[in-house]
């Protein structure tokens, strides 16, 4: 008779201060974190998913927000970030008109987030309303899965 090996589910959150090393702070915990749990292979993708993410956080909300890590299943990983403004990006479908490709090729802004769009196996965002002051929000999140094609090279 051969057991089965159970992993319990994990959740880590991790809060950051309106500060410019929070971005870093964040990498640093997911590498440690996916490491911990054997999921090496996944460091580099969801590196970059958070790093975007984290930063887009820092840089569009004027206050705290936090990183959350969860395994949400065999080999992969949900990351989210909420932050206190209200304000779903347009890549992930808080814009009116439809649908939104790359941004053009002179943009100052949307490349991070067309990235994260791009190399996230799942993605998505939802508003967070009511509750206490300051409590509100969006989250943004993503998943990605191991075992699969790492695209670096798309990107270069």
């Known amino acids: 008779m051969t057991m089965a090996t159970v992993t319990p589910p994990w959740a880590y ?6 500060d410019p ?3 870093g702070i964040a990498r ?10 054997g999921m090496r292979d996944l460091v580099d993708v969801a590196e970059l998913l958070a790093s ?3 930063t ?17 299943g065999r080999d992969r990983v949900r990351v989210g970030v909420w932050d206190s403004s209200p304000e779903i990006p347009a890549p992930f479908g808080g ?16 490349r991070g987030l067309h990235l994260v769009r791009e190399y996230a ?3 998505g965002a939802y508003p967070i309303r009511g509750g206490l002051p300051g409590q509100g929000g969006k ?9 699969q094609e790492c695209r670096w090279g798309d990107l270069m």
């Open 13 to 18: 959150t991790l809060q950051l201060p309106q």
């Open 21 to 23: 090393r929070g971005p």
């Open 28 to 37: 640093a915990t997911l590498r440690t974190v996916l490491t911990v749990h």
């Open 52 to 54: 975007e993410l984290v």
């Open 56 to 72: 887009n956080a820092y840089r569009y909300s004027s206050g705290p927000y936090s990183l959350r890590l969860r395994g949400a």
């Open 95 to 110: 814009c009116e008109g439809g649908a939104v490709g790359a941004p053009a090729v002179l943009a100052e802004r949307g």
């Open 121 to 123: 196996d799942r993605w």
């Open 139 to 147: 989250v943004l999140w993503v998943e990605c899965a191991g075992k």
